[in-house]
């Protein structure tokens, strides 16, 4: 049983993070637009495009990346049975190899790609076991 809630923790987490981080890169470009005539969902676009792009327009792809890997890694705290704290960092690793993916994919400044594999993932793993840890005392 304990392995099956574990699967579950890594799935649901995956997906409930997914869809947070996927929710967010859609809200972006409506909250702060992007550079006249850039296509943010074409990566062709956005590497042609780049040097036109501010501090200001990198917000949501970092919220999205540092929120959903939060969000999934709480979920699968929670949910799994045991090792609780190793399921929340597998969720950071994954999105961590995903953001690392995504930097030879996608063109960004270094400052922002290290600030994103710097802080987005891994910590946020990690903040989620705090936050999973007072859920579960309260619960």
């Not at 923790?9 to 702060?32: K, T, Y």
């Not at 690793?93 to 400044?109: D, K, R, S, W």
């Amino acid at each position: 049983m304990k392995i099956l809630r574990g699967i579950l923790a890594i799935v649901v987490g995956l997906v409930v993070g997914g869809c947070v981080n996927m929710g967010l890169v859609l809200l972006g470009p409506q909250v702060i637009a992007p550079p006249a005539g850039v296509n943010v969902g074409d990566a062709e676009s956005i590497r042609a495009s780049i040097h036109l792009f501010e501090p200001k327009h990198f917000v949501f792809p970092f919220l999205a990346h540092a929120l959903g890997t939060l969000v999934g890694a709480t979920v699968a705290y929670l949910i799994a049975a045991s090792c609780r704290k190793v399921y929340a960092f597998v969720i950071g690793a994954v999105y961590l190899a995903g953001g690392i993916a995504a930097t030879f994919m996608i063109p960004a400044p270094v400052w922002f790609i290290c600030l994103d594999l710097i802080a987005a993932y891994l910590p946020m793993a990690w903040l989620a076991v705090l936050i999973g840890r007072k859920l579960t005392k309260t619960a």
